[in-house]
């Protein structure tokens, strides 16, 4: 147990659907993390978010939309998916966003778009 | 492209055996440096972090990394691997230069044979 919650834990979802990701965390961190998570590739930030403010939105397309309405949860809400957009997405937190400071990492959910 | 990369996709090794993971970022300046696992099934954690001083950090199960700044490195070892560090491993860089990110390697795969 990290003190990084995520769920669903795995989820299949056809193009035409809307679902959301959620992920909560029990640090008392400032800062959290989208990242996703495909087979040989490296982990890619996707998003970050510190004192609930979107600090970062790497290149990403607009079918995934993230949000946080407060430090400790924070949502990334998915429509219209690819098959390519199949993938672990990973939530993490840390205590800040920046130098000397360690991510949490959730367990994943398991994206499979059919 | 400023990265990170690790230079072994899949190591196999013998129980007892060395491990030597290479790790080397392209990022100049103020750098923390990470080492985290994956066991199958399992969340990431850290099993090691850089952020200054004593340029060689010990870890958590027995591992090592050893900070080279004229190489740009931060290499994983451990004496004596045992079946159970079967895991993936991934190399991790926060620079500053980077806005504070961190950005990570594509990942060791590591098979311990007992």
């Known amino acids: 147990e990290t003190g990084v919650t995520q769920t669903p834990r795995h989820l299949v979802m056809g193009m035409t659907n809307k679902k959301s990701l959620k992920c909560e965390q029990h640090?008392?961190?400032?800062?959290m993390y989208w990242y996703k998570q495909s087979a040989k590739k490296p982990l890619e930030l996707m998003f970050v978010?510190?004192?609930?403010?979107?600090?970062e939105n790497n290149s990403v397309p607009s079918r995934f939309s993230p949000e946080c309405p407060n430090s400790s949860h924070l949502f990334l809400h998915l429509h219209t998916l690819q098959p390519e957009d199949s993938a672990l997405y990973l939530c993490?937190?840390?205590?800040?966003?920046?130098?000397?400071?360690?991510?949490?990492f959730g367990q994943g959910t398991r994206l499979t778009v059919v | 492209a400023q990265s990170v990369s690790q230079h072994n996709h899949h190591v196999i090794l013998s129980e007892a055996a060395s491990l030597e993971l290479g790790c080397n970022y392209s990022?100049?300046?103020?750098?923390?440096l990470f080492w985290y696992v994956q066991y199958p099934g399992q969340h990431l954690q850290l099993l090691l972090k850089?952020?200054?001083?004593?340029?060689l950090v010990k870890g958590i199960k027995g591992f090592e990394a050893e900070f080279i700044k004229s190489k740009f490195s931060f290499n994983l070892r451990k004496p004596s691997v045992q079946w159970s560090d079967t895991a993936e491993y991934f190399c991790?860089?926060?620079?500053?230069?980077?806005?504070?990110?961190?950005?990570f390697g594509q990942g060791t795969e590591l098979s311990v044979k007992p």
């Open positions: 993490a937190s840390s205590q800040f966003s920046g130098l000397a400071t360690e991510a949490f």
């Open positions: 640090l008392g961190h400032n800062a």
């Open positions: 978010y510190s004192l609930e403010e979107r600090v």
């Open positions: 990022y100049g300046g103020t750098v923390n």
């Open positions: 850089y952020f200054s001083g004593d340029p």
């Open positions: 991790a860089v926060i620079a500053y230069n980077q806005g504070g990110k961190l950005i």
